[in-house]
């Protein structure tokens, strides 16, 4: 395999700013300011249809503001270049599609798009990032198959292996753990925090689990109706009215034993009142 030198990424500010967003004329988000923490792993969190997967469409340029703005170093993100854009932001939207027949080894290569113009081709740089792509998402045995005969796990790793090719320095992520299960969960989270910690990487996701969420981010954005109630370090932010105002829902807020993080534990209509079990013997 050949060594990819692996480089800090450089700094870039991505904003929000009083950001108004919708479908069809029907508001989802209104008046919504959001810096992302540079070099950080922040999550955003929140009950269905709260607008987290609208707010990450808003912010990676694939959904026009209805008012307010999205910078990208200070410059509004709808007036730079989609192939610009791309050079700096990696996008893993909630249910990608890819052209029927196509193989996985040519998914990724796709990735290297931005980097390719009239002066530059394909290079021996674009074959290392695939190739590294493929090993960091466990996927180069699946570097000749079609992408239509592999399971909904494999292809959630292909989509992210073909992310990490492009060689982001903000990458974005709606529901990243689609599919996958409980293992391969944690190998996708481990990696996208190990981009982080090494590269730099500012990382941006979508995620339904609290406790993952609360887990793996540096940073965490909580939703609710379209608005941002709550933001800033797990261990600052996540308490049991929090998740009652957020979710609806009553829990008891513990400490992670593996971590040290807080841990979301539901109470239920069924064990609220329940004693706790004896100890076996």
């Known amino acids: 395999m050949t060594d990819v030198t692996v480089a800090r990424k450089p700094r870039h500010t991505l904003r929000a700013e009083n950001l108004g967003l919708a479908y069809d004329g029907r508001p989802v988000i209104q008046g919504l300011d959001l810096t992302v923490p540079d070099g950080q792993v922040t999550v955003i969190v929140g009950a269905n249809a709260c607008g987290k997967s609208t707010l990450l469409r808003g912010i990676s340029r694939l959904l026009k503001p209805a008012s307010g703005r999205v910078t990208l170093d200070g410059r509004d993100i709808h007036a730079q270049t989609a192939k610009d854009v791309a050079r700096t932001i990696g996008i893993l939207p909630q249910s990608p599609t890819a052209p029927e027949g196509i193989t996985v080894a040519d998914l990724v290569g796709r990735g290297r798009y931005p980097h390719q113009g009239w002066f530059r081709q394909w290079t021996s740089t674009d074959d290392a990032q695939v190739t590294e792509a493929l090993r960091a ?121 593996v971590c040290g993080a807080p841990m979301v534990v539901p109470v239920g209509r069924f064990h609220g009142g329940a004693a706790p079990a004896a100890p076996p013997g």
């Not at 529901?175 to 944690?186: A, G, S």
């Not at 981009?195 to 793996?216: F, I, K, W």
């Open 137 to 257: 998402t466990d996927t180069a045995q699946l570097a000749s198959r079609r992408i239509e005969e592999l399971s909904g796990g494999q292809r959630q790793r292909v989509w992210i292996a073909m992310v990490l090719a492009q060689d982001p320095d903000i990458l974005l992520l709606d529901e990243p753990t689609t599919f996958l299960d409980v293992t391969h969960q944690i190998e996708v989270l481990d990696l996208l925090t190990d981009l982080n910690r090494s590269r730099g990487t500012t990382v941006v996701m979508v995620l339904h689990d609290l406790n993952l969420a609360a887990r793996y981010a540096d940073h965490i954005v909580v939703m609710a109706a379209g608005r941002i109630i709550a933001s800033g370090p797990p261990a600052e932010v996540i308490s049991a009215e929090l998740v009652q105002n957020a979710f609806a829902l009553e829990s008891r807020v513990v400490t992670d034993p």
